[in-house]
């Protein structure tokens, strides 16, 4: 709390709220109890100024462009840890000690495997079914398979459980849905292999061909993965933190977390990316028509990939993303066009004065996909890769809710603005 107090006067009376100051010097006026002391809500559309929990795991400052986790710079992680180091860390709160990382390790690598049964889901799909409904129907089924994980106060062992299995099997399920789409034979996960190269051989092997693990590839996916782990208060994790404060189970609550990320506005723009820089190549590469068409208010067309809710300066991850993928197209000795004409397109809008006066800059989908096309991974799993990447904030934010003795249920409220005294109508009597 803080010495500061906020006073408003409403109605001729006025009422003073507590201010909050965060670790980092972030402030809020404390609303709790406006509505029992005045009568009034607040409102606040896509809640851009309402701080919906206070939270130990992610610090953002989008004005500066600073991204931590645990108090730790996303620069660091990137650069020294590993996915799953990172991923304990979210979730357990502190970089774990060796024991810790190789029985976490050990489980992930002994948990990868989903029950048979799961299978005859995969069969019921369609070849053309997009991998984010399937992820997200799998890992809600997951409930049924492993019902004592879905007590509403599970123990601290149970969470635990809940956490390896939801995060080993997210690849598997993952690899199955790209396997399905290309109508080839599952490849089942191996307990020789660690996290990275296990989702990799269970992609891109097959009875013909062994993939062959390298170890560019693993480093830049273990980057991409550290880059999207946590993101504090984001679409998706709202969803997860919201579903799952009414008990709902992790496997549930996570299913939901999904399908908000499966969004173009959110998560399924690093697809909406790809397919924008291929619209734009096939039209010629005309950037500046393009431009013109996102600064035109009357056309629905976006630059994918630019803007931010928080960031209003840079998106520290697309810098990273951005220099990520010259190295891993250089190493690999690919020369993608794509990301010549995404970086003119970067160079172009961030010169031009809408985008900056409405501050939009390159955000985390901007450069992804240019690394994942390069690996091999089509255009409709780059929202899935966003998802094992987030999986880890999903479940650090879903823990850090249940484990909150004071959390209430989410239920906000609203402002009816609907008809009023209105009576029943006998049918024979409308018009
Ligand atoms: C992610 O929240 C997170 O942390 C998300 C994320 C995470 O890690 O979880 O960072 C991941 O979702 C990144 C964002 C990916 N989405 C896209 O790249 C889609 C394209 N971007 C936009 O649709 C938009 O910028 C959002 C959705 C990202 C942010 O939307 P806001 O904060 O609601 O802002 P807004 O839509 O109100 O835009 C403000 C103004 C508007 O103009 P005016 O109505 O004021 O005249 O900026 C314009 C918008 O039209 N604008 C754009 C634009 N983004 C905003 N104009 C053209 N192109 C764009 N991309």
Excluded at 399 to 412: L, Q, S
Aim: with cysteine; hydrophobic share 40%; net charge negative.
């Amino acid at each position: 709390m803080s010495d500061n107090i906020a006073k408003i006067i409403l109605d001729g009376k006025t009422y003073e709220l507590p201010v909050v100051v965060g670790t980092m010097g972030e402030k809020a006026v404390d609303i709790s109890k406006l509505r029992d002391m005045t009568g009034y809500i607040t409102l606040d559309n896509g809640f851009a100024n309402t701080g919906a929990c206070k939270s130990a795991i992610t610090f953002l400052d989008g004005e500066n462009g600073i991204l931590n986790y645990r108090g730790i710079t996303i620069e660091e992680l990137a650069e020294e840890s590993t996915f799953i180091e990172t991923a304990f860390l979210l979730i357990y709160g502190h970089l774990p000690n060796e024991q810790e990382l190789n029985r976490f390790s050990d489980g992930l690598t002994r948990f990868s495997m989903i029950h048979e049964d799961l299978k005859g889901f995969f069969n019921g799909y369609p070849s053309s079914g997009h991998p984010m409904g399937i992820l997200s129907a799998m890992i809600g089924s997951l409930a049924a398979y492993y019902p004592e994980l879905v007590k509403p106060d599970p123990s601290r062992e149970e969470v635990d459980s809940i956490v390896v299995e939801l995060i080993s099997k997210v690849r598997t399920i993952s690899a199955f849905s790209y396997k399905k789409s290309r109508g080839e034979p599952y490849v089942y996960p191996r307990h020789d292999l660690k996290y990275i190269p296990n989702f990799l051989n269970m992609m891109f092997s097959s009875p013909a061909k062994e993939y062959e693990i390298n170890e560019i590839v693993v480093d830049a996916l273990q980057t991409l993965f550290i880059l999207h782990a946590d993101h504090e208060q984001n679409c998706s994790t709202s969803t997860v933190r919201l579903v799952g404060s009414s008990k709902a189970n992790l496997f549930a609550s996570i299913s939901a977390g999904i399908n908000a990320l499966w969004g173009p506005l959110h998560g399924g723009a690093n697809q909406s990316v790809f397919t924008m820089l291929t619209q734009i190549q096939k039209e010629g590469g005309d950037i500046h028509k393009f431009i013109n068409k996102a600064k035109d208010s009357n056309d629905p067309f976006r630059l994918m990939g630019f803007g931010h809710r928080v960031y209003k300066n840079f998106d520290p991850r697309a810098k990273i993303i951005k220099r990520k993928a010259d190295a891993v197209l250089n190493d690999l000795g690919i020369h993608d066009p794509l990301l010549d004409l995404a970086k003119r397109l970067e160079e172009v809008a961030l010169k031009d004065s809408y985008f900056i006066e409405k501050k939009l800059y390159p955000n985390v989908d901007f450069y992804s996909g240019i690394i994942y096309k390069a690996i091999g991974i089509p255009e409709d799993m780059y929202p899935v890769m966003f998802a094992i990447g987030r999986l880890p904030g999903w479940v650090a934010h879903w823990k850090e809710m249940i484990e909150n003795p004071k959390n209430k249920i989410g239920r906000p409220r609203q402002i009816y603005t609907g008809e009023v005294n209105q009576h029943y109508i006998p049918i024979e009597k409308r018009s």
